[in-house]
């Protein structure tokens, strides 16, 4: 007797369940899906790809003289282009994980409502291609340490290293949970999708990525930029390519136990909205 195989479909499941098992099997369609949405980024337009590299040096040539020429905000030291740099390299990559995955109901309702899959696999892909925009720019911001290491100008710490893939998981899960909390209200609710612009510009001068956390004085406002997640996966990046920035293990074990939050109240409101966006978005 042959062995049959079986795939039951049903919207009858736990708030809490993953199914990563099914979305192991689906891995080649997580791989098209980061490959499509790299594509389509920058498909139809003139430098292609190359914006990669000059978003984040034209943010940094703006950040350095409003920031650091104007506003003259110190940065512990570090020399103002490769501080700006390696700032907005793993600030775009959280805020365009998050930013891809708050309309990913909205943007993809055309392939959800024709064929099944595990709905988790695109918001996965979405994190993935950002990883990959992270990379490219780490080009950049290797070409800038390798300079200023010749000229003695920073020390990094290179043990420290080893945990940055540590905090590219945290903020890729980090920008999951909130992108997919986002993308489930929006599809009952399109306002949010404006405030979520705004709202991560917000979120981007609540951390510590145009100045140090150093710069601040103890007290509430401080306090509080720590309770952000982001700020301390931030430093600790900064701490390990450039040798300076505010590194607590609290901090860091508290900003990991609100993205385990986060992620777990995505999970349950993705898994409860999948079963009826389509007659909502």
Request: with cysteine; charged share 10%; hydrophobic share 50%.
């Amino acid at each position: 007797m042959s062995n049959q195989h079986h795939t039951h479909i049903t919207s009858h499941h736990r708030l809490l369940d993953l199914n990563l098992r099914e979305v192991w099997r689906y891995r080649d369609l997580i791989f098209l899906f980061t490959k499509r949405s790299f594509v389509i980024t920058y498909k139809q337009t003139i430098l292609g790809p190359a914006w990669i590299f000059l978003n984040p040096l034209i943010s940094s040539i703006v950040y350095a003289f409003v920031f650091g020429g104007i506003a003259g905000i110190s940065t512990d030291g570090i020399p103002q282009m490769l501080f700006y740099l390696c700032s907005n390299a793993i600030w775009i990559y959280f805020s365009s994980g998050l930013t891809k995955n708050a309309n990913v109901f909205a943007n993809n309702a055309n392939v959800f409502g024709k064929v099944y899959f595990p709905r988790l696999t695109m918001p996965i892909a979405n994190v993935l291609e950002s990883i990959v925009q992270f990379g490219v720019q780490m080009l950049l911001v290797i070409l800038f340490l390798l300079y200023y290491l010749i000229t003695g100008a920073v020390a990094p710490n290179w043990w420290a290293w080893l945990l940055i893939p540590v905090v590219l998981v945290h903020l890729g899960l980090l920008s999951l949970g909130c992108g997919i909390i986002i993308s489930s209200l929006t599809t009952k609710y399109r306002d949010l999708s404006i405030v979520v612009t705004f709202g991560i510009q917000l979120w981007m001068y609540a951390t510590p990525i145009v100045y140090p956390i150093s710069q601040l004085a103890d007290g509430t406002m401080k306090t509080i930029l720590m309770i952000n997640p982001v700020t301390a996966p931030v430093e600790l990046f900064r701490y390990a390519v450039l040798g300076q920035g505010t590194f607590s293990w609290f901090s860091y074990g508290l900003s990991w136990g609100i993205t385990v939050l986060v992620v777990f109240a995505g999970i349950m409101i993705f898994n409860h909205v999948e079963k009826t966006f389509m007659d909502t978005v």
